[in-house]
């Protein structure tokens, strides 16, 4: 390995085609390493598959003409390839691959590489010898099932190196493609988890110069579509990209640590840290006498019993006049109205019938109508996170 | 609504009414522990004397809960409902003639038919002894299915047919004193007497 070298020119020198090439080359590794090191490879732009129906005239099956779209990818030797113009695929050259009349159905991947490739070209100037040229062509290849994968295998370039002119391709996954009845009968972006590999960027600092970094999912800003935005004076909002280009928040954090969140929220594990308020849940209704009065949702015996939740309840008489009492008028009182350390009610009314002249007194169950409060204490780093 | 009640009899023991959307029918150790405690309040003396109230407890073991169409009456007087035997999914409840304790019936064959007066009460003879518990039913139904339980832990629960309309069972010598006894017996109300053995 040797560090790049850069040609330098004197005042009167004699340029050899080798000094000239030197230059080149000397730009063409420089990008190269910037491709590699500052970006992952993948699809830049374009290079969709497209599509036209098709019918083959012997048999009459319908298949399709698949149409490679222009675009620009980068190799992961930092090689730019460019797809000028749209190209049809050869069929030719998937049964070259993978046979004219494979046993399965499945989805073979589709890959492009770039090539060099001699260029036919004119003298630069009339009657002098053909300048030379190299063509960044590029080539289409069909992979065989499952060598998708296997992208992750190729054997990274020397830190020096330059672009690679194809000798050893590297493919770009551009999708898939099935095979059926000697004909491509249909495209497809993704196979399983595995999809069109696009470019990235490799950076330890993403920085805006408008006070603003957005992150969305689309190439083109589209109005309604998810957006994570960076706000150097409003913080960090989660939302909707709208027509002013800023983001009506679902989520936000304001710059002094305020949360705020439009939708609900779920909680798989515990939350921790200082919180100013216990947390409360709550039980109601009416209940019988002799029976349990029941625990809020979400709450457990074990929680009660632990200490980890305090419980509050409220029983008040239901004062209706039982049925089995009968005609007359009767006056009340409550004598007992409350629940057991098990939470089993236990409610008593005195009922007495006026008028009589042996007065009727009747103590008789009453239903109560309840109230059950589970109260968490507030949290503290100490006690948070682990309480079942 | 929410209620448990007798698998044997179908009497409703307990009713509970959560506020906001069902979440499912709770169990039966939810609603009730290991018994549902029925409590028998002695009618108050005139001269304030104490009147400790009887629990009879109801294992859960003979209790089943049930999802029920709410009936606001079910909660002041529960065992006056029954569960109908083939009831399925949220269930209609049903109410039970009235059924009233008596300490002795006549005979039997004097009964007035169905036992019943005119206004629909049922009248069930209750007996114990510190040897013997005695059911006798003034009902139209003579093989109607009980179940009784008394207060203390004295007996395990009684449960059987009438035979002719009266069942007896013998009880290991009861101490004296005053029993709680509660008796579910189909086609009429739950019936929550004291008895003296003396």
Known sequence: MTAPVRPTFTEGQVLAAADLTALVDHARGQQARHERYLHDWGIATGLTLTTEGRTDPASGDAYVQVILQPGVAVDGTGREVVVPAAAPLQEADFAAVN?????????????????????????????????????????VIFGRLGDESTLSDLPDPTVDSGPGDGTDPWPVLLGFVRWKGGHIVATAPTSGRVGRRYAGVRA???????????????????????????????GLAF????????????????PTGDVTVA????????????????????????SSDGMLLPLPAGVTQKQVDGGAVTLHVHVTPRLDLPPQLGEGTW??????????????????VRWCRLGAQDAEVRDVPAPVDFVVIAAAPPATADTAGGQQ | MTVVYATDTGHVLGVQVATGPATGTPSTVDLVGSA????????????????????????????????????????????AY?????????????????????????????????????????????????????????????????????????????????????????????????????????????????????
């Open chain 1, 204 to 234: 330890d600092t993403v920085a805006a110069r408008s006070g603003r970094l957005a992150l969305r999912p689309d190439p083109e800003a589209a109005i309604g579509r998810p957006t994570l935005m960076l706000d150097g004076e409003s």
């Open chain 2, 82 to 198: 029954h569960v109908p035997p083939d009831a399925t999914g949220t269930i209609d409840l049903a109410l039970w003639p009235t059924a009233v304790a008596v300490d002795s019936l006549p005979d039997l064959t004097a009964a007035p038919a169905g036992g019943s007066d005119p206004g629909g009460d049922v009248q069930i003879e209750v007996k114990l002894s510190s040897k013997e518990l005695s059911l006798r039913s003034g009902g139209e139904d003579k093989t109607a299915n009980f179940l009784v339980l008394l207060s203390g832990g004295v007996s395990a629960p009684l449960t059987g047919a009438l035979k002719a309309g009266a069942a007896a069972f013998p009880l290991t010598e009861l101490s004296k004193g005053t029993y709680g006894v509660l008796v579910l017996m189909t086609g009429v109300s739950g019936l929550l007497v004291s008895r003296q053995v003396s």
């Open chain 1, 331 to 348: 006056v009340l009182g409550p004598t007992v109205c409350d629940v057991d350390t098990d939470r089993r009610v236990l409610s008593r």
């Open chain 1, 99 to 139: 046979g004219a009349d494979p046993a399965t159905e499945s989805l073979y991947p589709v890959f492009l590489a770039g090539l060099d490739q001699a260029a036919t070209s004119q003298p630069l100037v009339a009657g002098s010898t053909p300048a030379g040229r190299i063509q960044e062509g590029y080539q």
């Open chain 1, 263 to 286: 939708g609900n929220i779920t909680v798989a594990g515990s939350i921790s840290g200082v919180t100013k308020l216990g947390l409360t849940a709550m039980a109601s209704g009416r």
């Open chain 1, 239 to 254: 939302g909707r990209l709208n027509s002013e280009g800023s983001v009506d928040p679902l989520v936000n954090v304001s």
């Open chain 2, 36 to 79: 549902l405690v029925a409590t028998l309040w002695p009618t108050p003396a005139p001269t304030g004397a104490p009147d400790e109230p009887i629990a009879i407890p109801v294992p859960a073991e003979l209790l089943t809960v049930a999802a029920a169409k709410d009936l606001p009456d079910v909660l002041l007087n529960p065992t």
